[in-house]
């Protein structure tokens, strides 16, 4: 299958000090059409700053390295101009912000604002961008979206903001939708909810979806394959249920220790120890040998991606047959 997103080497640098410090850092990844795949770690790991490169949104002084490769279909993302630029994003590629109380502009009605999307990218007259904009609020879910139309975005809940961002994201019919945590701050009955709708949008349409989250729980039958971010790097990568069923980096173990499980038998979460380093202090070799209970000797040496099994890969020494 080819792939509809590529992603090569990617390094994304901002100034530290005297020099330059990479929270992503040789990061590659692959998205197929109509696939879900799930980037996930903790906060700090890099994957917004993953997910914002792919549009070329790294705010200065911050910059894509030399030898990063980023391609749409046929596009290089990092040769286009400003012009062609403008056309990807929204067109082919729409995003789901963080927050959306601050992606959204508090002075404009939230139909408004989904209809502006569509008038740029579409020669259509504001009847046709707001009889769009009301189905797209309808198709997302919001009750009585007629006079939603005419809210602004404090006058909505966080779900329906939530939804809001959804639909400006899809206006435009792209075909690949990035979701930075959509479920943040939401409760878990609306997290669900924000999730379906996302889900079955992909389906309905033939889309692919990256989901970003720090909340393995959240994947787990949702997605096609999961990555799993740490410290700007990709450590593991496999199919949703085999990594669930048989994870191998320590950092995804202990991801899964840490996921508060509602059926069988009730056990203590076991946190990770440390915290993820700054990008300016990154540890030498495997960097998170500093929280690993796994470390030893050969930990001091900066790993490469290992194969596991078929389609199964991870960045750690213990991939080696003598470290298993």
């Known amino acids: 299958m080819t792939a509809l997103l590529e992603v090569t080497e990617l390094r994304v640098s901002f100034p530290a000090g005297t020099g330059r410090s990479w929270p992503v850092d040789g990061v590659s990844l692959h998205i197929d059409r ?25 705010p200065p002084p ?78 997302v879910g919001i009750p009585d979206p007629a006079s939603r139309l005419r809210s602004y975005p404090h006058q909505m809940s966080g779900g329906m903001r939530q939804r809001v961002m959804i639909a400006m994201a899809l206006a435009c019919e792209p075909d690949l939708l990035i979701a930075d945590e959509p479920t943040t701050a939401l409760d878990v009955t609306v997290q669900a909810q924000i999730l379906e709708i996302l889900d079955a949008l992909r389906k309905k349409r033939g889309m692919s979806v990256l989901l970003i989250t720090h909340d393995l729980g959240i994947v787990a039958g949702r997605a096609d394959r999961v990555l799993v971010m740490y410290a700007g790097q990709i450590v593991e990568e496999a199919p949703t249920e085999r990594l669930f069923q048989r994870p191998s980096h ?39 040998r500093p929280r690993c209970p796994q470390a030893f000797d050969k930990s001091e040496l900066p790993p490469p991606p290992l194969p596991v099994e078929p389609g199964h890969t991870m960045r750690c020494w213990l991939a080696e047959p003598e470290g298993l």
């Open 34 to 58: 109509g696939e879900l795949l799930a980037l996930v770690g903790e906060s700090g790991s890099g994957k917004s700053l993953t997910s914002l490169a792919m549009l070329r949104l790294i």
């Open 62 to 139: 911050g910059r894509i390295e030399p030898g990063s490769g980023i391609r749409l279909g046929e596009l290089d993302i990092l040769s286009l101009d400003d012009k062609t630029l403008r056309e990807v994003r929204g067109r082919r590629i729409g995003m789901v912000f963080q927050d959306p109380m601050t992606s959204l502009n508090p002075v404009f009605t939230v139909g408004d604002q989904i209809a502006e999307g569509i008038r740029a990218h579409f020669p259509v007259s504001r009847r046709e961008a707001r009889d769009r904009s009301l189905a797209l609020l309808t198709e």
């Open 250 to 288: 320590p950092y995804t173990q202990g991801l899964l220790a840490s996921v508060p499980r509602l059926t069988g038998p009730r056990t203590r979460l076991t946190p990770i120890g440390g915290a993820v380093p700054t990008p300016d202090a990154w540890p030498g070799g495997c960097r998170f």
